[in-house]
């Protein structure tokens, strides 16, 4: 499979008045052609950052890529002038915001803000621009494309709205698409709607996915990988099932027994103990360790070695170090 | 549409209405009357004139009178100046006093958005300290001082510009410059801090994520959403510069509306008074209203366009 996208060691800071937040920390992620990445984790660990240096959409100052890579089709979206970012947004990667409410501009219409982008990127007609947003309108499920394209957004409620910020997302036909927590804003029966449009969507266009969320019920339908984020670093990956069957780092496993289950009556949200590290200082060794259950001395002191432990299977914890599994063995 | 412009048009004429009913009951309590002051006129003559005007009648037969002149647009002629209807004093006066208004505002508007814009696009840079600096010192100066003071620093001492008369465009340099930088001041601090807090906005982000350029991010995205509470507030910006032309056309000796308004009250030239008041009062109240529709068409949530509106 060709891989769209290859992220290396990427570092993120941004200069706040209390001193440098390090969002990001080294982050590794790759993505294949046509495949659903999900990047879950608490809130603050650093996905939007992440998502956002993609397209090069860190406000700086203050916030700057510090060091590595991302490769998007081989080449390197960090050293691109900002004109040629520019040709690539909106075109070959397209991004679907948190909230419907606010993604929209209150004083254009929709077919304005839909048609823009085709008319800055592609030399077509007005009504050409139009007739294809009208097509993209009917495919994300909104009936009179017609009438709608001279509505305003608050004509529109919060699901529609989300329909109508794909529709602009796939203007263009990209081949990557980023979605930022694209139904945390919604209501449940709204959410699973769009989800299902999404997957009816990658089946049309092949488009590769990257799907930012909190909430591991959404990746379970939908993701075909998952990289699981904490304290501005991958701590783990792994396709959905060796994710949800055997996560092998501890704050996987915990994220996972926080998901309320439909299947087990009664059992209830256990969040995990503590919060995590700040990120002006952030620990030497692992930055789960203060609230790892199975923290160990060495955990404190120096960050796991990366473990791969299947081809798609990868973990950043010691206990997959020889003598902690040794230890483990002799003493249960 | 029609619905709404209709409702807003009866508020005019009640707002109207009221603004001149209190003008006149006022304008009675003033001390004095048109003629005290001049002890050669003799008790005939007096009652005369006064039967002239009307001012013997009892107080609620001149109302009568007084909105029958306001429904027939004829203020009658003026006590003081004999010669002179009030209606050809506002016609004389009305077109200077517009002219230094307009330009006034205009100058304002556009310099006073272009600073705010470009303060906030060079956020807490040079340029942003600069301009604030500017608007800071606009908002704090009252327009009769920075009239003094450009008279006494580019028209007397420099030399460069005519101090007084509204004759050429030159004449009208310093008296514009004079009213229009309060507002102008108000509007960059008020456009700066609107553009900064729109640049947050998501759909800003958006705008950014389709690739479109800076340039056409701000035109377009931007400036629209920035500038509608500049468009707030531009009614009460216009009444103030409506007064303000009271004092800049005395100072410098403009023969505008505000002189002629003045002068009657001065003069306790009460057709001259109650005639100035509601010109300008319906006057102002015509431009909160074009505001308000403007408001709608920049601001689609604002359903002019449907039944009832707001
Ligand atoms: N513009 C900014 N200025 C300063 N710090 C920032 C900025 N944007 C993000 N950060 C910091 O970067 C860190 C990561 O933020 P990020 O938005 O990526 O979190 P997240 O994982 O997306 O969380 P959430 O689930 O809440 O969206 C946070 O600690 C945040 O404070
Ligand atoms: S490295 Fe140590 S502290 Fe970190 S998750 Fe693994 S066991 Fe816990
Ligand atoms: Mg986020």
Same mark, same amino acid.
């Given at each position: 499979?060709?891989?769209?996208?290859?992220?290396?060691?990427?570092?993120?800071?941004?200069?706040?008045?209390?001193?440098?937040?390090?969002?990001?920390?080294?982050?590794?992620?790759? *993505?294949?052609?046509?495949?659903? /990445?999900? #990047?879950?984790? %608490?809130?603050?660990?650093?996905?939007? =950052? @992440?998502?956002?240096?993609?397209?090069?959409?860190?406000?700086?100052?203050?916030?700057?890529?510090?060091?590595?890579?991302?490769?998007?089709?081989?080449?390197?979206?960090?050293?691109?002038?900002?004109?040629?970012?520019?040709?690539?947004?909106?075109?070959?990667?397209?991004?679907?915001?948190?909230?419907?409410?606010?993604?929209?501009?209150?004083?254009?219409?929709?077919?304005?803000?839909?048609?823009?982008?085709?008319?800055?990127?592609?030399?077509?007609?007005?009504?050409?621009?139009?007739?294809?947003?009208?097509?993209?309108?009917?495919?994300?499920?909104?009936?009179?494309?017609?009438?709608?394209?001279?509505?305003?957004?608050?004509?529109?409620?919060?699901?529609?709205?989300?329909?109508?910020?794909?529709?602009?997302? *796939?203007?263009?036909?990209?081949? /990557?698409? #980023?979605?930022? %927590?694209?139904?945390?804003?919604?209501? =449940? @029966?709204?959410?699973?709607?769009?989800?299902?449009?999404?997957?009816?969507?990658?089946?049309?266009?092949?488009?590769?996915?990257?799907?930012?969320?909190?909430?591991?019920?959404?990746?379970?339908?939908?993701?075909?990988?998952?990289?699981?984020?904490?304290?501005?670093?991958?701590?783990?990956?792994?396709?959905?099932?060796?994710?949800?069957?055997?996560?092998?780092?501890?704050?996987?496993?915990?994220?996972?027994?926080?998901?309320?289950?439909?299947?087990?009556?009664?059992?209830?949200?256990?969040?995990?103990?503590?919060?995590?590290?700040?990120?002006?200082?952030?620990?030497?060794?692992?930055?789960?360790?203060?609230?790892?259950?199975?923290?160990?001395?060495?955990?404190?002191?120096?960050?796991?070695?990366?473990?791969? *432990?299947?081809?798609?299977?990868?973990?950043?914890?010691?206990?997959?170090?020889?003598?902690?599994?040794?230890?483990?063995?002799?003493?249960? | 549409?029609?619905?709404?412009?209709?409702?807003?048009?009866?508020?005019?004429?009640?707002?109207?209405?009221?603004?001149?009913?209190?003008?006149?009951?006022?304008?009675?309590?003033?001390?004095?009357?048109?003629?005290?002051?001049?002890?050669?006129?003799?008790?005939?003559?007096?009652?005369?004139?006064?039967?002239?005007?009307?001012?013997?009648?009892?107080?609620?037969?001149?109302?009568?009178?007084?909105?029958?002149?306001?429904?027939?647009?004829?203020?009658?002629?003026?006590?003081?100046?004999?010669?002179?209807?009030?209606?050809?004093?506002?016609?004389?006066?009305?077109?200077?006093?517009?002219?230094?208004?307009?330009?006034?505002?205009?100058?304002?508007?556009?310099?006073?958005?272009?600073?705010?814009?470009?303060?906030?696009?060079?956020?807490?840079?040079?340029?942003?300290?600069?301009?604030?600096?500017?608007?800071?010192?606009?908002?704090?100066?009252?327009?009769?001082?920075?009239?003094?003071?450009?008279?006494?620093?580019?028209?007397?001492?420099?030399?460069?510009?005519?101090?007084?008369?509204?004759?050429?465009?030159?004449?009208?340099?310093?008296?514009?410059?004079?009213?229009?930088?309060?507002?102008?001041?108000?509007?960059?601090?008020?456009?700066?801090?609107?553009?900064?807090?729109?640049?947050?906005?998501?759909?800003?982000?958006?705008?950014?994520?389709?690739?479109?350029?800076?340039?056409?991010?701000?035109?377009?995205?931007?400036?629209?959403?920035?500038?509608?509470?500049?468009?707030?507030?531009?009614?009460?910006?216009?009444?103030?510069?409506?007064?303000?032309?009271?004092?800049?056309?005395?100072?410098?000796?403009?023969?505008?509306?505000?002189?002629?308004?003045?002068?009657?009250?001065?003069?306790?030239?009460?057709?001259?008074?109650?005639?100035?008041?509601?010109?300008?009062?319906?006057?102002?109240?015509?431009?909160?209203?074009?505001?308000?529709?403007?408001?709608?068409?920049?601001?689609?949530?604002?359903?002019?366009?449907?039944?009832?509106?707001?």
């Amino acid at each position: 499979m060709e891989k769209i996208l290859d992220i290396r060691d990427l570092h993120v800071s941004f200069k706040t008045f209390g001193g440098e937040v390090q969002a990001v920390r080294g982050v590794n992620l790759e *993505l294949y052609r046509g495949e659903t /990445l999900a #990047i879950v984790g %608490e809130s603050g660990c650093g996905k939007s =950052v @992440t998502a956002n240096s993609i397209m090069r959409l860190i406000p700086t100052p203050p916030g700057e890529i510090k060091d590595g890579s991302i490769l998007f089709k081989g080449q390197d979206m960090t050293q691109l002038s900002d004109k040629e970012v520019r040709k690539i947004r909106g075109v070959d990667i397209s991004m679907i915001f948190q909230d419907p409410m606010t993604a929209l501009n209150p004083t254009l219409t929709v077919g304005d803000q839909l048609t823009e982008g085709l008319r800055q990127h592609r030399s077509i007609s007005r009504k050409e621009a139009d007739k294809q947003a009208m097509e993209m309108l009917t495919l994300v499920g909104i009936p009179n494309p017609v009438e709608r394209m001279k509505q305003y957004p608050h004509e529109f409620s919060g699901g529609m709205r989300q329909r109508i910020v794909i529709a602009m997302a *796939l203007i263009c036909d990209p081949e /990557l698409l #980023i979605a930022d %927590e694209p139904t945390t804003a919604l209501d =449940v @029966t709204i959410q699973a709607q769009i989800l299902q449009l999404f997957q009816k969507i990658q089946k049309q266009t092949g488009v590769s996915i990257i799907l930012i969320t909190h909430d591991l019920g959404v990746v379970a339908k939908i993701a075909d990988r998952i990289a699981v984020m904490y304290a501005g670093k991958v701590i783990e990956t792994g396709t959905r099932k060796e994710i949800f069957y055997t996560p092998q780092h501890p704050y996987t496993r915990g994220l996972l027994h926080s998901v309320p289950r439909l299947d087990q009556k009664g059992e209830k949200l256990i969040p995990i103990d503590g919060t995590p590290p700040d990120l002006f200082s952030p620990p030497e060794g692992c930055p789960f360790a203060a609230r790892c259950p199975m923290a160990m001395e060495v955990c404190t002191k120096v960050y796991p070695f990366h473990s791969k *432990l299947s081809r798609t299977h990868d973990v950043d914890c010691w206990l997959q170090d020889e003598r902690a599994k040794k230890y483990m063995a002799s003493t249960y | 549409m029609a619905k709404y412009i209709l409702k807003r048009f009866i508020y005019m004429i009640v707002t109207v209405f009221i603004i001149a009913t209190l003008t006149f009951f006022l304008m009675n309590l003033l001390p004095g009357s048109p003629f005290n002051e001049e002890r050669t006129t003799n008790e005939a003559v007096q009652r005369n004139l006064e039967a002239h005007y009307h001012l013997d009648e009892p107080l609620v037969v001149q109302y009568v009178l007084y909105l029958k002149s306001i429904v027939t647009l004829d203020f009658g002629p003026s006590i003081k100046q004999p010669t002179e209807t009030v209606n050809s004093l506002l016609g004389r006066g009305f077109p200077i006093s517009a002219e230094l208004g307009i330009w006034t505002i205009l100058i304002a508007l556009i310099s006073g958005v272009a600073l705010g814009v470009f303060a906030a696009l060079k956020h807490n840079g040079v340029i942003d300290y600069i301009a604030m600096t500017i608007a800071v010192l606009g908002i704090s100066i009252p327009n009769f001082v920075l009239a003094t003071l450009l008279i006494q620093q580019l028209a007397v001492n420099l030399g460069v510009l005519p101090a007084a008369t509204w004759s050429s465009p030159q004449h009208m340099v310093l008296p514009i410059v004079a009213l229009a930088t309060g507002p102008m001041a108000i509007i960059a601090r008020l456009t700066r801090s609107s553009m900064l807090e729109t640049l947050t906005q998501d759909y800003i982000k958006m705008a950014r994520a389709k690739g479109l350029s800076p340039a056409k991010i701000i035109v377009k995205h931007a400036l629209k959403n920035a500038l509608m509470p500049v468009v707030t507030i531009l009614g009460t910006l216009l009444a103030g510069v409506l007064t303000g032309t009271f004092v800049i056309e005395k100072i410098f000796a403009i023969p505008g509306m505000g002189k002629y308004f003045v002068e009657g009250i001065n003069q306790r030239d009460y057709p001259v008074i109650m005639g100035t008041t509601v010109f300008y009062s319906a006057f102002l109240v015509l431009m909160l209203f074009l505001v308000d529709i403007a408001y709608g068409i920049l601001d689609p949530r604002i359903k002019l366009h449907k039944e009832g509106g707001k």
